[in-house]
């Protein structure tokens, strides 16, 4: 599966199976279990992926990390982790952890160490100064994570430390199957870790994922070949639902255009967290609701919805405490769903369907003060126009002249008369309509770049294409794809990047020719004169 495809279901561990908020290290309570009922929701839901926030041992909500190499307890033993794996790979649904290695708690083995008097211990971890006491008591104070002395920020520069949690990412790995990792706290992480990270991670599994939390700042310098695959989309969160409190859609689009890396590096994009408040909480009318979830489906970017707000739940701090945005919720009592629980589903669907939904490139169509924004997405040959409508009225826009489909209600029209009513939205697809009830996990293959090189590079790359698009062919229909597809998949990478490498090397010998030309030339014009 190429990351593109992913869509995330998110879920908080520790609170979704009602699980105490201190750990006392001895009860150990098989909590996998509740989370296995949840499979058949996240799976009918059209999700491909679930985000587990931390689940490794540690002394309270999971960030203050005691044990990198097993499961905390209070979500059962490292083998009742893996059946729940398991079961989550049988159902085509990839399982990414969220991992805590840019600080630990104080109850991590080394900082006891250096906390009892083994002052060697020091060079794990950031500031250690025994000159001044830390406000917990201890005579040495050290760096933290923002402020909070319960996180004690690693030295990640130190080989040891940088050895010890690489081996401790492999073992999630190889162990226990993991598909991904989001990095807590990527945004003041140390860069040649975490390109360590990716590498270890690409050696074992090559469609392996990185997602860092980065709040804030330039997402090329995370998002790109060497560091990520992706980082939270936080300024494109704040201008979702923003733009929509105070009817000014401009603030989106400006983000959008300004937010994505290379206008292809897909970000993490979400509505609400683990952190934030729930959507349906922040929106100041619950009509947004609708625009919001077709924005999130079809902007560029990885769409991940946080458990429970697909049945419009509500939550926002309560005097600084995370406890309201993290609720336990018996699946097998759920809230009743809503029209929004399938307007999720739906765009799942055609998200699925619909490559350039996927992979396409943003292009800005239509935008006026108080009217709707429209914008297309071209992938291939084949593109998909959005427009929203996040006013209290009926407004119709002019988009040229094609006949097309709007995929959320299959209402045939033309883009010339665009009708768009109060607080909805229109994806139009032109062309032949996949079945609406059929979803595809499995996308199209990305198209081989026409590169100027040799013949046979480009005949090598065309006969993979050619056998993908056989085998692809042959299996439509089949959410459970051939390994022989993925095993293409790979080797058309290898060869697109190393026929970029080869035109990269002709372009420099051709710019060396043409240097060597132009002295040539100037010499000439010397001899002449």
Same mark, same amino acid.
Request: proline share 5%; net charge negative.
């Given at each position: 599966m190429h990351h593109n495809?992913?869509? &995330?279901?998110?879920?908080?561990?520790?609170?979704?199976?009602?699980?105490?908020?201190?750990?006392?290290?001895?009860?150990?309570?098989?909590?996998?279990?509740?989370? &296995?009922?949840?499979?058949?929701?996240?799976?009918?839901?059209?999700?491909?992926?679930?985000?587990?926030?931390?689940?490794?041992?540690?002394?309270?909500?999971?960030?203050?990390?005691?044990?990198?190499?097993?499961?905390?307890?209070?979500?059962?033993?490292?083998?009742?982790?893996?059946?729940?794996?398991?079961?989550?790979?049988?159902?085509?649904?990839?399982?990414?952890?969220?991992?805590?290695?840019?600080?630990?708690?104080?109850?991590?083995?080394?900082?006891?160490?250096?906390?009892?008097?083994?002052?060697?211990? #020091?060079?794990?971890?950031?500031?250690?100064?025994?000159?001044?006491?830390?406000?917990?008591?201890?005579?040495?104070?050290?760096?933290?994570?923002?402020?909070?002395?319960?996180?004690?920020?690693?030295?990640?520069?130190?080989?040891?430390?940088?050895?010890?949690?690489?081996?401790?990412?492999?073992?999630?790995?190889?162990?226990?199957? #993991?598909?991904?990792?989001?990095?807590?706290?990527?945004?003041?992480?140390?860069?040649?870790?975490?390109? #360590?990270?990716?590498?270890?991670?690409?050696?074992?599994?090559?469609?392996?994922?990185?997602?860092?939390?980065?709040?804030?700042?330039?997402?090329?310098?995370? &998002?790109?070949?060497?560091?990520?695959?992706?980082?939270?989309?936080?300024m494109v969160y704040k201008a979702l639902f923003s733009s929509h409190n105070s009817n000014n859609l401009y603030e989106l689009e400006n983000t959008i255009s300004?937010? &994505?890396?290379?206008?292809?590096?897909?970000?993490?994009?979400?509505?609400?967290?683990?952190?934030?408040?729930?959507?349906?909480?922040?929106?100041?009318?619950?009509?947004?609701?609708?625009?919001?979830?077709?924005?999130?489906?079809?902007?560029?970017?990885?769409?991940?919805?946080y458990y429970g707000?697909?049945?419009?739940?509500?939550?926002?701090?309560?005097?600084?405490?995370?406890?309201?945005?993290?609720?336990?919720?018996?699946?097998?009592?759920?809230?009743? #769903?809503?029209?929004?629980?399938?307007?999720?589903r739906k765009l799942n669907q055609i998200r699925a369907n619909y490559a350039p939904l996927r992979y396409g490139n943003y292009k800005l169509l239509f935008l006026k003060y108080h009217e709707p924004f429209a914008f297309e997405r071209a992938y291939n040959g084949e593109k998909v126009i959005v427009a929203i409508n996040n006013q209290d009225r009926d407004f119709t826009i002019s988009l040229g002249n094609e006949n097309c489909t709007d995929v959320l209600t299959n209402q045939k029209m033309n883009t010339s008369n665009i009708q768009i009513p109060a607080f909805s939205s229109r994806i139009l697809v032109f062309g032949e309509i996949v079945n609406p009830d059929k979803i595809i996990i499995r996308s199209e293959i990305v198209s081989p770049p026409v590169i100027n090189v040799s013949e046979d590079g480009i005949v090598t790359v065309m006969e993979i294409k050619k056998e993908i698009e056989v085998v692809h062919e042959k299996s439509q229909g089949n959410i459970q794809r051939t390994k022989r597809l993925d095993e293409l998949e790979t080797n058309l990478i290898k060869k697109e990047k190393q026929i970029a490498e080869r035109e990269k090397k002709l372009q420099q010998r051709e710019d060396k020719l043409n240097s060597v030309i132009n002295q040539l030339q100037t010499i000439l014009e010397d001899l002449k004169n």
């Open positions: 495809d992913l869509s &995330v279901y998110h879920i908080y561990s520790l609170s979704l199976t009602n699980q105490p908020f201190i750990n006392d290290y001895q009860t150990v309570t098989n909590s996998c279990e509740e989370i &296995v009922k949840w499979i058949p929701h996240i799976k009918e839901m059209g999700f491909n992926a679930v985000l587990f926030s931390p689940v490794l041992k540690s002394r309270s909500h999971g960030y203050d990390v005691t044990d990198y190499y097993n499961i905390d307890n209070r979500l059962g033993t490292n083998e009742n982790f893996k059946y729940l794996v398991e079961n989550f790979h049988k159902n085509d649904i990839k399982v990414i952890l969220d991992c805590v290695f840019n600080h630990c708690g104080r109850d991590f083995p080394i900082f006891q160490e250096l906390k009892n008097g083994d002052r060697s211990k #020091a060079e794990w971890f950031m500031g250690v100064d025994f000159n001044r006491q830390s406000p917990m008591g201890d005579y040495f104070d050290y760096s933290t994570w923002s402020g909070y002395y319960e996180l004690v920020k690693f030295n990640l520069a130190n080989p040891k430390v940088k050895e010890y949690l690489l081996n401790a990412a492999k073992f999630w790995v190889t162990e226990l199957g #993991a598909d991904g990792f989001r990095l807590d706290s990527a945004n003041v992480m140390d860069f040649d870790f975490m390109m #360590a990270l990716r590498y270890e991670m690409t050696q074992l599994k090559p469609d392996f994922w990185l997602m860092g939390e980065v709040v804030s700042g330039d997402y090329n310098r995370w &998002v790109n070949n060497d560091v990520l695959h992706s980082v939270t989309g936080y300004r937010a &994505v890396p290379s206008q292809g590096l897909p970000l993490y994009n979400f509505l609400d967290n683990h952190d934030q408040p729930r959507i349906a909480s922040n929106v100041e009318r619950r009509e947004y609701l609708y625009t919001l979830y077709t924005l999130l489906f079809t902007i560029p970017g990885i769409p991940s919805v707000s697909e049945w419009e739940m509500k939550g926002v701090k309560n005097n600084g405490s995370d406890a309201p945005l993290r609720p336990y919720i018996d699946i097998e009592n759920s809230p009743k #769903a809503t029209d929004i629980t399938a307007l999720i």
